[in-house]
């Protein structure tokens, strides 16, 4: 039975209606009301309307019950921006299961780490992930196999790279062979968990983030309301190479495209040359990106020549813009250029800088609808800080996490009276704009994504060579920060930079892996021990400020 208000769409007022308590999966029910015939997909040059989308979700569903999924089962995902991403993640949901987000870029031991504290028993991923999956698979609880090829939904699909049978499923053989009637599972908005998003934190060790159905469709209308003078339902073009397995793809470039009926022109990976062309052809007018990408266009001699100034709308998020960024990309694209901020454990977004309205460059700009912010001391977290002061920025609303899976502890020092404390260190202004100064955590963030620095240290000791290391951010042009490892040789020992890079990578996801090897005879510590991480920063920055 279709719910009052989507009965009533063309009348649905954000500000009068806010946050409906829905499961996640019907913002696609609301899509193909009055849209069913639009285009909600663009995947090499191959179209997929909403109807049609809508109809993979449900017989996906159905197809994850009759495997023995049940309500609130975690289900592993671990594929690109593609049709079947969308599928997947909305086919979990609306079979009442839990979308457990694993980066294709993770490597074996991160695989079967999240595979494990998750529970998940299903997963569903590309052929071309086949081998990792399968070494872990015995020492995980992994029961299912769902596997796709890249080639499923383009104009002629290929032969996906593995045998089925033994627990391992086609993608395409099981939607074609499910019913459309999607299975009736109750959804208690406020309580059930749609989202396991895995993220770092003080100690670099992964923690699934519960997010709830209320939380993620409260972000997605708290963006609609923010975006109302922008947004036009059933037209906006969305370019989509923000990865939706990460929190902020997920939200703003594919909940939020969804909601509105948008088309999704879906880029599986960072290559500027495609992107460019995909702008060129489709001419989106939404384009939601990270700084690195940003960097990229500018440094691309013949960005203008393929229609980036036609863009209406840029959205920079999930790692600090620099300023100059800023300022080149906002003289070239033509458009509007905002810069905002958010985190994981807030759905994610939380801040963001006016679309219409004063902008101020080199600030997250101020609180979206119905979300509270304010800075408070480091020490206790207890005392608002005065205008232009700096402390912790801790935030309220209908988008924060329920907590961390498993973790109580950890949840109840993040979570206090209703408050998120984000480890942030922040500063607002006397008309009300944040400017992030400072970590409190360690985070490094490079070309958008968090990079947590004591799992690069515990590869770095496991060495042979290795007495001692540490891994720091430092500031790169292209990716904002890059990793670099100040190590410690045992006494006798010998070995080169690329040495060190090459052992981590084997280890570590591609992103992660230290890009630059500085040797040392001893590493600064405290009176007791601990290695002075900020001293070795601070003696980096002051090293290049001197070199100019």
């Known amino acids: 039975m279709e719910k009052l208000w989507l009965k009533h769409y063309d009348y649905f007022v954000p500000e009068t209606i806010r946050y409906p308590e829905i499961p996640l999966f019907e913002l696609l029910e609301l899509a193909c009301i009055r849209y069913e015939d639009h285009i909600a997909t663009i995947f090499f040059d191959q179209k997929m309307k909403y109807l049609e989308l809508r109809d993979h979700v449900r017989r996906l569903a159905t197809a994850l019950k009759d495997m023995g999924v049940s309500k609130g089962d975690r289900v592993a995902v671990m594929l690109p921006n593609c049709p079947q991403m969308i599928i997947s993640y909305y086919g979990i949901l609306e079979a009442g299961g839990i979308v457990t987000n ?59 790279a593995c045998e089925k049978g033994n627990g391992i499923y086609l993608f395409r053989e099981v939607i074609s062979s499910s019913s459309p009637e999607p299975p009736d599972v109750e959804i208690d908005p406020r309580k059930d968990i749609a989202a396991l998003q895995y993220t770092g934190g003080t100690t670099g060790i992964a923690k699934g983030v519960m997010l709830t159905h209320y ?20 037209q906006d073009v969305f370019l989509c190479i923000i990865p939706f397995f990460h929190s902020y793809g997920q939200t703003v470039a594919m909940n939020n495209a969804l909601f509105n009926a948008a088309t999704m022109i879906l880029i599986p990976q960072f290559e500027i040359n495609m992107m460019l062309q995909s702008i060129q052809k489709y001419r989106p007018n939404f384009f939601p990106g990270v700084p690195t990408l940003y960097v990229a266009i500018l440094n691309h001699p013949e960005a203008l020549n393929y229609g980036v100034d036609k863009i209406k709308l840029c959205n920079s998020g999930s ?44 600030s997250i700009g101020i609180p979206i609808p119905d979300t509270e912010a304010k800075i408070v001391d480091v020490e206790e977290g207890k005392e608002e800080m005065p205008i232009g002061e700096s402390g912790e920025l801790i935030i309220r609303g209908p988008q924060v996490m329920k907590g961390y899976w498993n973790r109580p502890d950890e949840t109840e020092s993040t979570l206090r009276d209703g408050w998120l404390y984000t480890g942030d260190i922040c500063t607002m202004d006397e008309e009300g704009y944040f400017y992030v100064v400072d970590r409190k955590k360690d985070m490094i963030i490079a070309g958008g994504f968090n990079i947590y620095p004591r799992e690069i240290d515990e590869v770095l000791f496991e060495h042979p060579k290795i007495q001692e290391a540490v891994a720091v951010g430092v500031p790169d042009e292209y990716r904002g920060e890059t990793v670099k ?53 601070e003696e980096e920055l002051s090293k290049r400020n001197e070199q100019g």
């Open 102 to 160: 694993i980066s294709p870029l993770h490597v074996e031991r991160e695989i079967e780490y999240e595979l494990n504290d998750s529970g998940a028993e299903t997963i569903i991923y590309l052929d071309l992930f086949h081998s990792r999956i399968e070494a872990v698979k015995a020492s995980t609880p992994l029961k299912r196999q769902i596997v796709t090829s890249i080639t499923d939904y383009m104009e002629t699909p290929g032969e996906v």
């Open 485 to 537: 490892a100040f190590v410690v040789l045992k006494p006798g020992e010998q070995a080169t930079g690329e040495e060190i890079i090459s052992f981590c990578r084997e280890r570590l996801a591609p992103y992660k892996v230290p890009r630059i090897v500085e040797f040392r005879e001893f590493l600064p510590k405290s009176m007791v021990g601990k290695v002075l991480r900020r001293a070795l920063l």
């Open 319 to 362: 790692a600090p813009l620099p300023v100059e960024v800023h300022r080149q990309f906002s003289r070239i694209s033509g458009g509007i250029f905002c810069e905002g901020y958010g985190l994981t454990e807030a759905s994610p977004v939380t801040h963001s800088n006016p679309i219409i309205g004063k902008k101020k460059i080199g």
């Open 215 to 234: 939380n993620l469709v409260s972000n997605v209308l708290q963006i609609t309301m923010w975006g109302k003078e922008f947004i036009q339902r059933g």
